[in-house]
Protein backbone atom coordinates (compact mmCIF):
# COMPACT_ATOMS: atom_id res chain seq x y z
CA UNK A 1 0.00 0.00 0.00
CA UNK A 2 2.82 2.48 0.73
CA UNK A 3 4.20 1.79 -2.60
CA UNK A 4 0.93 2.79 -4.20
CA UNK A 5 0.60 5.97 -1.90
CA UNK A 6 3.86 7.32 -3.72
CA UNK A 7 3.18 5.90 -6.95
CA UNK A 8 -0.40 8.09 -6.90
CA UNK A 9 1.31 11.19 -5.34
CA UNK A 10 3.99 11.19 -8.16
CA UNK A 11 0.99 10.28 -10.35
CA UNK A 12 -0.86 13.58 -9.04
CA UNK A 13 1.41 16.03 -8.64
CA UNK A 14 4.34 15.20 -10.52
CA UNK A 15 6.78 14.92 -7.76
CA UNK A 16 8.09 12.83 -5.07
CA UNK A 17 6.34 12.37 -1.85
CA UNK A 18 9.45 12.74 0.45
CA UNK A 19 12.45 14.80 -0.46
CA UNK A 20 16.07 15.63 0.71
CA UNK A 21 19.34 16.23 0.05
CA UNK A 22 20.30 12.49 0.38
CA UNK A 23 19.36 9.24 0.91
CA UNK A 24 19.37 9.66 4.58
CA UNK A 25 17.59 13.11 4.78
CA UNK A 26 14.85 11.44 2.66
CA UNK A 27 14.38 8.26 5.39
CA UNK A 28 14.48 10.87 7.86
CA UNK A 29 11.40 12.74 6.39
CA UNK A 30 9.83 9.10 5.49
CA UNK A 31 10.20 8.20 9.66
CA UNK A 32 9.17 11.58 10.65
CA UNK A 33 6.27 11.71 8.32
CA UNK A 34 6.69 14.98 6.52
CA UNK A 35 4.38 14.57 4.05
CA UNK A 36 4.16 17.90 2.48
CA UNK A 37 1.49 18.97 -0.10
CA UNK A 38 2.38 21.73 -2.63
CA UNK A 39 0.18 24.29 -2.99
CA UNK A 40 1.00 25.37 -6.53
CA UNK A 41 1.11 21.19 -7.25
CA UNK A 42 -2.06 20.25 -5.22
CA UNK A 43 -4.20 23.36 -5.33
CA UNK A 44 -6.19 21.37 -8.40
CA UNK A 45 -6.35 17.79 -6.29
CA UNK A 46 -9.28 17.06 -4.58
CA UNK A 47 -9.15 16.81 -0.25
CA UNK A 48 -10.41 13.49 -1.09
CA UNK A 49 -7.61 12.56 -3.23
CA UNK A 50 -4.91 14.15 -0.47
CA UNK A 51 -6.67 12.28 2.31
CA UNK A 52 -6.05 9.28 0.29
CA UNK A 53 -2.53 9.89 -0.09
CA UNK A 54 -2.01 10.89 3.68
CA UNK A 55 -3.62 7.66 4.52
CA UNK A 56 -1.56 5.23 2.26
CA UNK A 57 1.73 6.77 3.23
CA UNK A 58 1.27 7.02 6.88
CA UNK A 59 4.56 5.63 8.63
CA UNK A 60 2.67 3.51 10.88
CA UNK A 61 1.94 0.48 9.18
CA UNK A 62 -1.15 -0.24 11.72
CA UNK A 63 -2.54 3.15 10.92
CA UNK A 64 -2.38 2.56 7.02
CA UNK A 65 -4.68 2.50 4.70
CA UNK A 66 -5.37 -1.76 3.83
CA UNK A 67 -5.96 -3.28 0.33
Excluded: C
Excluded at 7 to 14: E, H, P, Q, R, V
Amino acid sequence: MWGLGVIAYMLLSGSIPFDGRNEKAIKDEIVKGNLKFNVKEWRYISLEAQDFIKRLLTHNEADRMTA
